[in-house]
């Protein structure tokens, strides 16, 4: 193309080599373009599953850890109660055989053993249940050695214990204190 007033070239950006390239090939163009978006929606499909994955993660996350709340909400209330436990066993055991057959005390003697029993259904009622000790060999992870005995039983079985331990469900809320056999 030309000016029409001084006969010199205009360039009306139209490359000639490159409409040749793309005319003689114009199937190419598209196949690389196509490539590329192919490329784009496989990443994109792979971010999408990610995110998947990563949301229900954390969807199960929370419902586990609502579930633990609900499950182990008491659990500071639990341990403080079980001091009154450990009072209230104190006290019937203090009882003497005297005392057990005086007919004044009888009255007060039953009702002790009435809410002794009613405070144990009510811990196991709410999963609190009492970890089993004399016999068994010293497990760490439920039982606090205090002392050893001399025993003729096999060193680190239980032979005495000190104050009793619980599980709240499946968790520890108090280690059993105990005394355990030594060698002799």
Known sequence: MTNIENDTPVDDGANPEVETAEAANPAQGENEELAQLAEQVAALQQDLLYARAETQNVTRRKDKEIAD?????????????????DNL???????????????????MITGLEATERELLSVFERNGI????????????????AMLEIPSDKTPGTIVQEMQAGYMLKDRLLRPAMVGVAKAG
């Open 69 to 85: 709340a609900h499950a182990y909400a008491a659990t500071k209330f639990a341990r403080d109660i079980l001091s009154v436990a």
């Open 129 to 144: 249940t009492r970890i089993a000790a004399i016999g068994l060999p010293l497990d760490p992870n439920q039982h606090q």
């Open 89 to 107: 066993g104190r006290a019937l055991a203090a009882l003497s055989d005297e005392q057990r057959a005086d007919e004044a005390m009888k009255p």
